[in-house]
């Protein structure tokens, strides 16, 4: 079972760290303590990956993010515009999984799971949920 939770955004790009919001929406949507979260971004213009969220890293990130896709004459009927938008969605892609280790996300020192905005403002859902792990 996965919970969906709204995550407003503030800018056109950015980058928002989730990592606080996936650990209480665990702790609230199942007793179990191992086993694998994943957390889906329910968007074509938005992504989720981990990122080390040191000062200034988030818009490195943006920045790489732009220069990866070339500006082209893009044929999207709804929006040539965005279409770059949809391209780093997918490149970057739409979730992460994360171990989770005694009801904590086992991650790295460093490490947040985040919500990349490329379309933005507007509210985003992000679906998490947890596979059981037997081991």
Not at 25 to 45: E, I, Q, R, Y
Not at 81 to 97: A, E, K, N
Not at 114 to 135: C, F, Y
């Amino acid at each position: 079972m996965a919970i969906v939770q709204s995550i407003p955004t503030k800018k056109k790009k950015n980058i928002v760290d989730i990592t606080d919001l996936v650990e209480k929406m665990l702790h609230k949507s199942s007793s179990t303590k191992n086993g694998l979260c994943h957390v889906f971004a329910l968007h074509t213009t938005a992504a989720v990956t981990t990122a080390d969220l040191d000062p200034g890293t988030d818009l490195d990130m943006l920045d790489a993010f732009e220069k990866m896709v070339p500006k082209l004459n893009y044929r999207h009927p709804h929006n040539p515009d965005h279409v770059p938008d949809h391209i780093m969605s997918s490149v970057i892609g739409p979730g992460v999984f994360v171990p989770v280790d005694n009801g904590k996300l086992l991650l790295g020192t460093w490490q947040r799971i985040v919500l990349v905005e490329l379309d933005g403002p507007r509210d985003r859902q992000i679906a998490v949920s947890l596979i059981k792990s037997e081991i």
